[in-house]
């Protein structure tokens, strides 16, 4: 079933808006109703780019899931793509420890990791004592 993601996540990057780091990332993510997808948008002011994780997470939470049940991340650097530490606290946000993160390139799937692999010990809203949204 990550077939879907992958292709999805590997079609998307090709949008990626990317003219100062020349770094396309694409990603996909699975909930209940469907599959979202985003890409890196860049801008002339660096820290105002947005990472593909976050546009994903963005269309899910748009269209009224916030639940992920999967997250496949497509890029093509030598090594497997792995979320930066932003995105991984932004995934923890909707997805619980054992939630399946696969890592792509143009050669498949090169790593499977979890949340709690790529996040351990995450901060929640559970750390602190104000009401949930
Ligand atoms: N990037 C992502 O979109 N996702 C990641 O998980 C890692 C990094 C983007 C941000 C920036 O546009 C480019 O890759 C280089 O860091």
Redesign the pocket.
Known sequence: MTDDLYEKARAVRANAH?PY?G?R?G?AIRSASGVYVGC?V?NAAFPE?I???GGAITSMVAAGDKAILEVL?YAEADTP????GG?RQKLSEFAGPEVKVSLAGPDGVRAVMTMADLLPAAFSGGHWSMPQA
Do not use: L
């Not at 793509?81 to 930066?84: D, K, L, S």
């Open positions: 990317a780091s770094f990332v990603a890196n860049e780019g990472c593909a994780e991340i793509t792995a979320p930066c995105c």
